[in-house]
């Protein structure tokens, strides 16, 4: 994950994490979490239950689907693109019922797939936040983003992206990254 601009300025915590693990580090803190919405997923939970406020700055946004008992990473990597982005669809209907705020968490075009039980769920909670708009910068008291606003946090916690997802579906009709990639070289 790349740092954002003048990172050197802020004045409080900066850590880096692919996993929560309960230090109370967050306790009572207003916490800004940067990342694309596969990494802040594991991440969320668990920091929104220590810290006073959180924001999320989601760089991309992900599908999110729920886990299930089966063997969910075999069966979801077998599964056909439409099948795996309905269900990914309905899952965020069902539990997201504010349309602008599953507007900003519907991903565009090819997006990754993690599978989480509990983000959007934290994500409704009062006290926490999603943020869509780029990053200007770090400033001494938080992040500014480029329509102008400075959210305050005390800490801010880069969640790296390190295994989250669990596969890439593309939009109907466009084709995988990869697959344009191919379609060039050839």
Same mark, same amino acid.
Request: hydrophobic residues 45%; aromatic residues 6%.
């Given at each position: 994950?790349?740092?954002? #601009?003048? %990172?050197?300025?802020?004045?409080?915590?900066?850590?880096? #994490?692919?996993?929560?693990?309960? #230090?109370?580090?967050?306790?009572?803190?207003?916490?800004? $979490? $940067?990342?694309?919405?596969?990494?802040? %997923?594991? /991440? /969320?939970?668990?920091?929104?239950?220590?810290?006073? #406020?959180?924001?999320?700055?989601?760089?991309?946004?992900a599908w999110i689907l729920p886990r299930v008992p089966l063997s969910g990473a075999t069966t979801l990597r077998r599964a056909p693109q439409r099948l795996v982005r309905l269900v990914a669809r309905v899952n965020l209907r069902v539990q997201v019922h504010d349309s602008w705020l599953r507007h900003r968490l519907t991903p565009d075009d090819t997006a990754g797939v993690a599978v989480h039980n509990s983000y959007y769920r934290t994500l409704r909670q009062p006290h926490c936040t999603l943020v869509t708009w780029p990053i200007a910068r770090l400033v001494p008291l938080g992040v500014r983003t480029v329509d102008g606003i400075e959210h305050r946090v005390d800490s801010i916690v880069y969640a790296d992206d390190a295994g989250h997802v669990v596969r890439t579906v593309a939009r109907p009709g466009h084709l995988h990254p990869s697959a344009e990639l191919m379609k060039e070289i050839a």
């Amino acid at each position: 994950m790349t740092t954002p #601009r003048f %990172a050197d300025t802020f004045t409080g915590s900066q850590v880096h #994490r692919t996993a929560f693990a309960p #230090r109370h580090e967050f306790t009572g803190q207003r916490v800004a $979490i $940067i990342g694309s919405g596969a990494a802040a %997923a594991r /991440l /969320l939970p668990g920091i929104a239950a220590e810290a006073a #406020r959180v924001t999320v700055f989601q760089t991309e946004a992900a599908w999110i689907l729920p886990r299930v008992p089966l063997s969910g990473a075999t069966t979801l990597r077998r599964a056909p693109q439409r099948l795996v982005r309905l269900v990914a669809r309905v899952n965020l209907r069902v539990q997201v019922h504010d349309s602008w705020l599953r507007h900003r968490l519907t991903p565009d075009d090819t997006a990754g797939v993690a599978v989480h039980n509990s983000y959007y769920r934290t994500l409704r909670q009062p006290h926490c936040t999603l943020v869509t708009w780029p990053i200007a910068r770090l400033v001494p008291l938080g992040v500014r983003t480029v329509d102008g606003i400075e959210h305050r946090v005390d800490s801010i916690v880069y969640a790296d992206d390190a295994g989250h997802v669990v596969r890439t579906v593309a939009r109907p009709g466009h084709l995988h990254p990869s697959a344009e990639l191919m379609k060039e070289i050839a």
